[in-house]
């Protein structure tokens, strides 16, 4: 029993596994959080762009 419980303390294939879904989860949030801003700025330009072909053909 004692052997099991100290092969079972000992075990890191578990927290590795957490650790790299921490990791991963980490980088999702970045990601998103950066494509909301560039989002954003994008709108921007293509509604500039817009503008300025109407202010051509027009």
């Known amino acids: ?21 921490l990791i991963a989860g980490i980088v999702s949030v970045a990601i998103v959080a950066s494509l909301t801003q560039v989002t954003g700025q994008l709108a921007g330009v293509f509604s500039e762009i817009s503008n300025q072909f109407n202010i051509i053909l027009n």
Do not use: R, S
């Not at 029993?1 to 790299?20: N, S």
């Open 1 to 21: 029993m004692t052997m099991t419980l100290k092969k079972f303390v000992a075990d890191q294939d578990g927290a590795t596994a957490i650790e790299y879904a």
